[in-house]
């Protein structure tokens, strides 16, 4: 029941928007997102008292013939990606109150819609289901970038929508191997079902499923040498619609890969799987060296994320229970991260109508509190104790040390390679002299103040006291590992 309303509140919200048109729209936006937040921390308490799981599992018939069925479910996994989506969905709408859309009951109908499918990917156990859900999410950030994205935004989504489409493709057809591996009276594309049907295949059998599964992750994610379509992705969509995109819907293929690859292919994983780690340390290494030259502050988030998503793909193939749950801490806190940071992003541009770096500076002499809360995010970007971002690089980087101590080291150069671009940013932007149009800036509104810290609060809170988040997952992540032995 729970798990149904947690796709239902999204959905109603978004058809009051679009009845109700633009006098109500943000009202209506931060209800419903607000809504969506309370149910989420009472179904994570329901869940921690250990006795209400009939409440988070959903099951229906719904193709019979093919074995296709109308199926959710709510583990300590699944949890944490709803959390993060709805902890994150409140300060996405409510910091774009200060710019004004037009149409924008559309777009804030658009971004529930994107944020249902979403919730339906985390909470789906069928994968047929699964996959609908993948696709649906990526119909309604399509038209938010088209409709409200920047200069060049037909053939940049395009591009966008293509890229992931193909991979997605691969992804089907991996599915519907497994599906017709299993003896024709009793095929099903229940997730358990193929759990089973995935591990009974050869050796070479699950290497292919493990690589179309990772091709189509790799694309959302993304990794290299399939990011090509992220970064300018990322400049050109508006802000709201790129926080969507970069703070949930790229933790859709992270999830895929825990939920879906580890338990279904584990023998594939155990002889393959070091190809994706060395794929995962390559994008990290590689991003970050960008990240360190990039002029424009947007352009250095988008790779910046790259790099992090990189080092939550290595922790998963190292696939022992302290990277997994640091790969789970670090989607969170990359999350909680980069809506931070484009938040900071949104409020430099807003004022002066540039994000190069080279044309701002002196920002803290004129508002240090913006300064002080940018340099708090910052901190947690690079992974400092006592902030979200140390709880998940910590865990994740030990279990890959653990697993691959090659890979590991290499990867822990994240950190320091994370300090010199994200201190360069702060040093050019915020310290220094004060350019001329940077004397007149004025100070942080309401929204953007509260925006900003919130997210503060949360990168201090869940570095000082991660037990909660840990909780969750823990169980969740063991009992996984468990069924793949």
């Given at each position: 029941?729970?798990?149904?309303?947690?796709?239902?509140?999204?959905?109603?919200?978004?058809?009051?928007?679009?009845?109700?048109?633009?006098?109500?729209?943000?009202?209506?936006?931060?209800?419903?997102?607000?809504?969506?937040?309370?149910?989420?921390?009472?179904?994570?308490?329901?869940?921690?008292?250990?006795?209400?799981?009939?409440?988070?599992?959903?099951?229906?018939?719904?193709?019979?013939?093919?074995?296709?069925?109308?199926?959710?479910?709510?583990?300590?996994?699944?949890?944490?990606?709803?959390?993060?989506?709805?902890?994150?969905?409140?300060?996405?709408?409510?910091?774009?109150?200060?710019?004004?859309?037009?149409?924008?009951?559309?777009?804030?109908?658009?971004?529930?819609?994107?944020?249902?499918?979403?919730?339906?990917?985390?909470?789906?156990?069928?994968?047929?289901?699964?996959?609908?859900?993948?696709?649906?999410?990526?119909?309604p950030i399509y038209f938010i970038i088209l409709v409200w994205g920047g200069e060049n935004r037909q053939k940049i989504t395009f591009k966008f929508f293509l890229y992931t489409l193909f991979g997605s493709l691969f992804m089907?057809?991996?599915?519907?191997?497994?599906?017709?591996?299993?003896?024709?009276?009793?095929?099903?594309?229940?997730?358990?079902?193929?759990?089973?049907?995935?591990?009974?295949?050869?050796?070479?059998?699950?290497?292919?499923?493990?690589?179309?599964?990772?091709?189509?992750?790799?694309?959302?994610?993304?990794?290299?040498?399939?990011?090509?379509?992220?970064?300018?992705?990322?400049?050109?969509?508006?802000?709201?619609?790129?926080?969507?995109?970069?703070?949930?819907?790229?933790?859709?293929?992270?999830?895929?890969?825990?939920?879906?690859?580890?338990?279904?292919?584990?023998?594939?994983?155990?002889?393959?799987?070091?190809?994706?780690?060395?794929?995962?340390?390559?994008?990290?290494?590689?991003?970050?060296?960008?990240?360190?030259?990039?002029?424009?502050?947007?352009?250095?988030?988008?790779?910046?994320?790259?790099?992090?998503?990189?080092?939550?793909?290595?922790?998963?193939?190292?696939?022992?229970?302290?990277?997994?749950?640091?790969?789970?801490?670090?989607?969170?806190?990359?999350?909680?991260?980069?809506?931070?940071?484009?938040?900071?992003?949104?409020?430099?541009?807003?004022?002066?109508?540039?994000?190069?770096?080279?044309?701002?500076?002196?920002?803290?002499?004129?508002?240090?509190?913006?300064?002080?809360?940018?340099?708090?995010?910052?901190?947690?970007?690079?992974?400092?104790?006592?902030?979200?971002?140390?709880?998940?690089?910590?865990?994740?980087?030990?279990?890959?040390?653990?697993?691959?101590?090659?890979?590991?080291?290499?990867?822990?150069?994240?950190?320091?390679?994370?300090?010199?671009?994200?201190?360069?940013?702060?040093?050019?932007?915020?310290?220094?002299?004060?350019?001329?149009?940077?004397?007149?800036l004025p100070k942080l509104d309401r929204q953007e103040k509260t925006s900003l810290t919130i997210i503060v609060i949360l990168i201090i809170g869940l570095g000082v006291y991660p037990k909660p988040i840990l909780d969750i997952t823990e169980?969740?992540?063991?009992?996984?590992?468990?069924?793949?032995?």
């Amino acid at each position: 029941m729970l798990t149904i309303l947690l796709l239902l509140i999204p959905l109603i919200t978004a058809i009051l928007l679009v009845v109700a048109g633009n006098k109500s729209a943000r009202a209506i936006a931060l209800s419903g997102a607000l809504l969506e937040l309370i149910l989420a921390f009472v179904s994570m308490l329901l869940m921690q008292q250990g006795n209400s799981a009939h409440l988070f599992t959903v099951h229906y018939n719904w193709i019979t013939s093919l074995g296709i069925s109308f199926s959710f479910t709510i583990d300590g996994i699944s949890m944490l990606m709803v959390l993060l989506s709805s902890l994150l969905l409140p300060i996405i709408v409510y910091s774009s109150f200060n710019k004004t859309y037009h149409n924008a009951h559309i777009m804030y109908a658009l971004m529930m819609l994107m944020m249902s499918a979403m919730i339906g990917v985390f909470t789906a156990a069928d994968g047929f289901l699964f996959y609908i859900m993948w696709e649906l999410s990526l119909i309604p950030i399509y038209f938010i970038i088209l409709v409200w994205g920047g200069e060049n935004r037909q053939k940049i989504t395009f591009k966008f929508f293509l890229y992931t489409l193909f991979g997605s493709l691969f992804m089907l057809l991996a599915l519907i191997y497994v599906y017709l591996q299993m003896p024709e009276a009793s095929r099903s594309f229940d997730i358990q079902a193929l759990y089973q049907a995935g591990r009974l295949l050869s050796v070479e059998e699950q290497g292919l499923i493990l690589a179309a599964f990772f091709l189509a992750f790799a694309v959302k994610m993304p990794i290299i040498p399939f990011h090509s379509w992220q970064p300018k992705t990322y400049y050109t969509a508006p802000t709201p619609g790129v926080m969507m995109l970069s703070g949930i819907m790229a933790k859709m293929a992270t999830y895929g890969l825990i939920r879906w690859v580890l338990p279904m292919v584990p023998d594939g994983l155990a002889e393959y799987g070091n190809y994706g780690i060395t794929l995962s340390v390559i994008s990290i290494i590689y991003a970050s060296c960008i990240s360190i030259v990039q002029k424009d502050f947007k352009y250095l988030i988008a790779y910046a994320s790259i790099a992090h998503i990189g080092l939550i793909s290595a922790g998963i193939f190292a696939g022992n229970i302290q990277s997994i749950q640091g790969s789970l801490i670090e989607m969170l806190s990359h999350g909680i991260n980069t809506v931070g940071l484009f938040i900071a992003y949104d409020i430099i541009y807003k004022r002066t109508g540039t994000s190069e770096m080279s044309k701002l500076g002196g920002i803290r002499a004129i508002d240090s509190s913006f300064a002080f809360m940018f340099f708090i995010v910052i901190l947690s970007v690079v992974a400092l104790p006592f902030t979200t971002g140390f709880v998940g690089e910590f865990l994740l980087i030990l279990g890959l040390f653990t697993s691959n101590p090659i890979a590991g080291s290499v990867a822990g150069l994240s950190i320091i390679l994370g300090v010199v671009y994200m201190f360069r940013s702060f040093q050019k932007m915020m310290l220094g002299e004060s350019s001329a149009h940077i004397l007149s800036l004025p100070k942080l509104d309401r929204q953007e103040k509260t925006s900003l810290t919130i997210i503060v609060i949360l990168i201090i809170g869940l570095g000082v006291y991660p037990k909660p988040i840990l909780d969750i997952t823990e169980n969740a992540v063991t009992t996984l590992l468990e069924g793949i032995k």
